[in-house]
């Protein structure tokens, strides 16, 4: 069953849509509704949402803001857009962040109907192919390397690329497979058990390999301009391209998409072959002469799985190699993991109270990926980095709510809610009763 979030500022919209989803059929565990977008953001972070139906335009924080914003809470969440808008600027912002639809107000109940059917069938349904492969197929059944004519000269590109764009036959190719960039970055796909000390025989070992390929070429086609193919090792490389336009247009953020793709393909992959994919992510760098420097990067990336065999998505860039004179020890490793976590909670303890407040902020003080930093602080306090802002928040409303006398939407404000509503939805949540009650 699914879960869904509706959100929009008009407290009619949100339940003339719950009460059509109620009664619509569909295959739905719970419907939340929030009336603004640091509410639904909350609701994000503390239930499981499958499905996001926003509104565009609500005041503080918009549609398109509280997609970002979800997608680096949980990248998997799928969203449709409601506008009363037909601009053609919002709808390509809303589908660059991997919006499904982008409906207008007016709603046709059946066209909005028929919008949410199709996303949660195709959220129930593994890509194509990969149904037929893990159902168990006939000993004829034959597994084609993809891109059989390019995996070599990629995989060659990676090892040293000065052989390939030296070579003018090797630069046709590239430019055939539109590999102009000019800003790269490499991801790389270790699977468990498979090569060597494996657990799986050469059969099985190419099923799941071209299982995995096959739910990586479904994510990304949907937003990337990517290339993916097989590499030696059993591996799976992915080399991400973006031209000056796209690069530009939110240079700052790019690395946080990368983080979300990385874990959005560990979720599914985990989700259709249970199998615990471990992914490295290196940084962007312009110009084909640094591949080699990009897939080592990925490959030493994976390594620290060793290190931290409860993580799976590592990107180069969270373990300020330059620090070191040679790889840290595990001493060193546990220090600088300590200072991170000491150093996020020194920031909270100070901004709990800031409206607003999120965890890539927290993560940008550190110099760190969200992903990274909300792994060490569940590993090293044992509940996750915002449960311990709401635990502050809650903490510091209760002290006011017994020995002051100051209204409920004055506390609110003061602990960083933007509404009272929003705070007292909270509060029951955490306490199991309501601000009103505990003052009585």
């Not at 929009?8 to 949100?14: A, K, S, Y």
């Not at 046709?172 to 102009?180: F, G, N």
């Not at 490295?280 to 084909?288: E, M, T, V, W, Y």
Request: proline share 3%.
């Amino acid at each position: 069953m699914f879960n869904i979030l509706v959100v929009d500022d008009e407290p009619l919209i949100c339940k003339g849509l719950s009460s059509l989803l109620a009664s619509s059929g569909l295959d739905i565990g719970h419907i939340y509704t929030a009336s603004s977008g640091f509410e639904a953001l909350d609701c994000v972070r503390m239930e499981e949402i499958d499905l996001l139906v926003t509104d565009i335009q609500m005041g503080a924080m918009s549609g398109i803001e509280l997609m970002q914003h979800a997608k680096l809470a949980k990248p998997w969440v799928q969203t449709i857009v409601i506008s009363a808008h037909e601009t053609f600027q919002y709808a390509q912002m809303a589908v660059r962040l991997g919006a499904k639809d982008y409906l207008i107000k007016p709603l046709n109940s059946e066209q909005f109907l028929d919008s949410v059917r199709n996303v949660l069938l195709k959220m129930d349904k593994p890509s194509p192919g990969l149904a037929t492969l893990m159902s168990g197929i006939g000993e004829s059944f034959r597994l084609e390397e993809p891109l059989p004519a390019y995996s070599q000269l990629l995989n060659a590109l990676l090892a040293d690329p000065g052989i390939v764009l030296g070579d003018e036959e090797g630069m046709r190719k590239l430019d055939e497979l539109q590999l102009k960039g000019p800003y790269f970055s490499v991801i790389k796909l270790k699977l468990p058990g498979v090569g060597l000390g494996k657990k799986y025989n050469a059969r099985d070992s190419g099923l799941l390999r071209y299982g995995v390929l096959n739910i990586a070429k479904e994510l990304l086609d949907q937003e990337w301009n990517s290339i993916a193919f097989y590499s030696p090792g059993e591996e799976i490389t992915v080399i991400i391209q973006w031209d000056e336009k796209s690069y530009e247009e939110s240079a700052a953020g790019q690395v946080g998409r990368l983080d979300m793709l990385g874990r959005s393909l560990h979720f599914n992959i985990h989700k259709y072959l249970h199998l615990n994919v471990v992914i490295g992510i290196s940084q962007i760098l312009k110009g084909l002469s640094f591949m080699e420097v990009l897939n080592r990067q990925a490959s030493k990336a994976i390594l620290w799985n060793k290190e931290h065999n409860d993580h799976y998505v590592f990107y180069y860039g969270d373990f300020n190699w330059n620090n070191y004179t040679a790889d840290p020890s595990a001493e060193e490793l546990h220090t600088r993991s300590n200072l991170i976590v000491q150093k996020a909670k020194e920031y909270i303890d100070e901004n709990y109270a800031q409206k607003g407040l999120t965890i890539h902020e927290v993560a940008k003080k550190n110099h760190v990926s969200p992903n990274y930093l909300s792994y060490l602080f569940k590993k090293n306090t044992g509940h996750n980095l915002w449960e311990y802002v709401i635990k502050l928040r809650m903490e510091d409303s209760r002290e006011m709510i017994l020995h002051t006398d100051l209204r409920r939407y004055e506390i609110a404000e003061r602990v960083g809610y933007e509404s009272p509503e929003h705070f007292s939805k909270i509060f029951k949540k955490y306490y199991g009763i309501s601000p009103s009650e505990l003052k009585k």
